[in-house]
């Protein structure tokens, strides 16, 4: 077997971890992945080179409805605040575990009595804003 053979079916075996269902990645990284693999299949086919390296991955995007329907869990209300799916827009870049992470913090803030419930979403996306500049959060 030679070395680009060796290293494109090495490549192929990474890629079908993301692409496989029962695997983490979100619906477009699997669909990336499965991109990628017919891209180095095809090439490995032809003989030709394959791909050095696959594109980064796309940030990973929480889910929205997940976050909303935490949010209501965690704060034991039947309706998110108005602005939350906004938030959730602007925090795209965050992952999932930030998102909740912000989340548990602020309601716990809230259950202790130093943030005001009317003050939550405020004090939940200036923890987002902290995280996406890199300070920290919590």
């Not at 990336?32 to 891209?39: D, K, P, R, V």
Request: proline share 9%; hydrophobic share 40%; with cysteine.
């Amino acid at each position: 077997m030679t070395a680009e053979l060796t290293a494109g079916l090495e490549r192929i075996v990474k890629l079908a971890r993301v692409a496989a269902p029962s695997g983490n990645a979100s619906p477009n990284e699997r669909q990336q992945a499965a991109t990628m693999i017919e891209s180095i299949a095809a090439g490995l086919m032809k003989g030709g080179p394959s791909p050095a390296r696959p594109p980064p991955p796309p940030p990973r995007t929480p889910r929205k409805w997940d976050a909303l329907r935490y949010w209501r869990e965690i704060f034991e209300v039947d309706e998110v605040p108005h602005g939350l799916v906004r938030a959730l827009a602007d925090f795209r870049d965050l992952s999932d575990d930030d998102i909740r992470g912000a989340m548990d913090t602020t309601v716990r803030k809230v259950r202790i009595g130093s943030v005001a419930p009317d003050a939550a979403l405020r004090y939940f996306c200036g923890i987002c804003w902290r995280v996406m500049r890199g300070e920290g959060g919590r």
